[in-house]
């Protein structure tokens, strides 16, 4: 169930009705003798956008630190559809369908544009050359930008042009749950209201399952269908977006809106 | 003239070993940020097995070759064995346990081959080539020197730059939270990592030991050499590599030429302290300096 959607296909080719859900159940997780993560609970819907919220060391980073693998799960399951994932290692995870975009620091200005858009198909188990090249050019089509700099070193991108790379390198390694780390992050308000554009067609066109951690509380909750709010590593509220966007006491509290 | 045409000549001889020192090192720097002081060690031990491989089967060639895949070999296996368990730990764990390492291999060395100085053979003739009577200071093996560090360098750029594989290594070395993400075995290329940098070192070891002798402390002068030609060019850049241990073979060779051979070292220790203290990110470091 893993290897379909990785690299054989022809990239055009995103078969409907793949969407597949993410549940994690009684996750604690942390670092040394830390607790980050108390026992969470949350489900992202198939092709829905989840939004986590909450303050600074809530343990939303943690979360997708623990969901991608990149710290091991001390407790709980992490179910992509109904195959538990967790304790398994970041490429693992990735070649089964979770892609993770952290937080800043993403493009690896060293390298060339195109080079870091190649980095994303590292965990294609196979894929003829033309296959690759039809997915860089799919990506260049939906990034112009992108394709104009191709050959340039990712230090010479913008902000927004940064991030539109990180996406489309997390993109590359066909993912169906799309994990984002703050990507609206240091951007300029028209820039990062674009990238919440893509977050939406990234979901409701291609049925990306979407987790998106924001302290942009209230930009990513216009575009969230659901949502939960983390508080010294728990769930302290988790409902659809309009409902706590509507939830005055709520939004004082914990969201600083 | 003539005079500093031989000692230039020379000198590139010479820098093309150091600068597959630095190489090595810099393999290692750029994937984990560790300078590996058991470089020399293991191009001593792997020179050994050069020199056994050649009395058994008479072959220079079986010798060569030989070293360089047990410089494969015993770089791969100090990563898996030694330097893994370190993954995490104070960075100053491992920088003691490649020392480790460097006094192991010597107390090996000492145990199984003696510490008497044994004389290692050339590919070709060492004696010095002449145009039109005159000598012009490098044999045919100097050729061969310069010409093997430089296929050898070659191969790799090319390697690092054009293929997927190189591509996994740049990117797992510049950022491997991102190379982990997108699906790279990064422990696996730390491990290439360190046996393309052993093989670098076997070379540098069959290459340098024609003009020395073989025992068990015979690399560490060279080890210092060729870092001195690393910190030169910075350590993050293998270009800088190779242009460093050029420049420094150069230097050191008009200095020995000119001044005599006994200030040589006190000479390169200069170079290395002045580079530190000017340029610290080395001759070639950008805008970038890394500071902490």
Redesign the interface.
């Known amino acids: 169930m893993s290897s379909g959607a990785n690299g054989t296909g022809p990239a055009t080719a995103r078969p409907a009705g793949e969407s597949v859900s993410l549940a994690v159940d009684g996750l604690v997780a942390g670092y040394g003798g830390v607790v980050a993560l108390d026992g969470v609970t949350v489900t992202a819907d198939p092709a829905g956008i989840t939004a986590v919220l909450g303050a600074n060391g809530a343990g939303k980073t943690t979360l997708l630190r623990a969901v991608s693998g990149m710290i091991r799960p001390r407790r709980g399951r992490i179910l992509l559809a109904d195959h538990d994932v967790a304790g398994r290692s970041p490429e693992q995870i990735v070649r089964a369908g979770i892609a993770h975009v952290p937080e800043g620091q993403g493009v690896i200005p060293e390298l060339t544009v195109e080079e870091n858009l190649r980095i994303g198909m590292m965990s294609w188990r196979r894929g003829r050359r033309a296959d690759r090249v039809a997915a860089l050019e799919e990506e260049y089509a939906r990034f112009k930008p992108l394709a104009d700099r191709r050959r340039k070193p990712a230090s010479t991108l913008s902000g927004g042009e940064r991030q539109m790379l990180v996406i489309a390198r997390a993109l590359l390694a066909r993912p169906r749950v799309l994990l984002l780390d703050e990507p609206s992050l240091g951007l300029a308000p028209r820039v990062m209201a674009q990238v919440m554009d893509l977050v939406v067609r990234l979901s409701r066109e291609h049925g990306l399952t979407i987790v998106l951690v924001e302290q942009n509380a209230r930009g990513a909750l216009a575009i969230a269908d659901h949502g939960v709010v983390f508080n010294l590593g728990r769930v302290v509220a988790s409902a659809d977006a309009s409902t706590l966007a509507a939830d005055v006491a709520l939004r004082h509290h914990y969201l600083g809106f | 003239m003539v005079e500093f045409l031989q000692f230039t000549l020379s000198g590139i001889s010479f820098g093309m070993i150091y600068a597959a020192i630095a190489l090595s090192l810099v393999l290692i720097w750029r994937g984990t940020r560790l300078l590996n002081f058991a470089q020399g060690g293991m191009a001593m031990l792997t020179t050994y097995i050069a020199i056994e491989v050649i009395y058994k089967t008479h072959s220079y060639w079986a010798g060569f070759v030989v070293a360089l895949a047990a410089g494969l070999v015993l770089g791969a296996a100090s990563e898996l064995t030694v330097i893994r368990p370190t993954t995490g730990k104070p960075e100053l764990n491992a920088v003691i346990v490649t020392i480790g390492l460097l006094i192991l291999f010597e107390g090996l060395a000492g145990i199984f081959f003696g510490g008497t100085y044994r004389s290692f053979p050339a590919a070709f003739s060492i004696t010095g080539l002449r145009v039109g009577g005159t000598p012009i200071g490098v044999s045919r093996f100097d050729v061969f020197v310069v010409a093997a560090v430089l296929l050898t360098t070659l191969i790799l750029a090319v390697v690092f730059r054009y293929t997927?594989a190189g591509?996994?290594m740049?990117?797992a070395a510049?950022?491997a939270?991102?190379?982990?993400?997108?699906?790279?075995?990064v422990a696996r290329v730390l491990t290439v990592g360190w046996a393309l940098a052993g093989l670098l070192g076997a070379l540098a070891g069959v290459l340098v030991t024609p003009s020395t002798f073989l025992y068990p402390n015979s690399m560490d002068a060279i080890f210092v050499l060729g870092f001195t030609a690393a910190v030169i060019g910075g350590l993050d850049s293998p270009a800088g590599a190779v242009v460093g241990g050029l420049l420094l073979g150069v230097a050191l060779s008009y200095v020995g030429g000119y001044l005599g051979s006994n200030v040589t070292s006190l000479f390169a220790l200069g170079i290395l302290v002045a580079v530190l203290m000017v340029r610290p990110g080395g001759l070639f470091a950008g805008a970038r300096l890394r500071r902490v």
């Open positions: 997927t591509l996994r740049r990117a510049f950022n939270t991102i190379a982990r993400l997108s699906g790279i075995r």
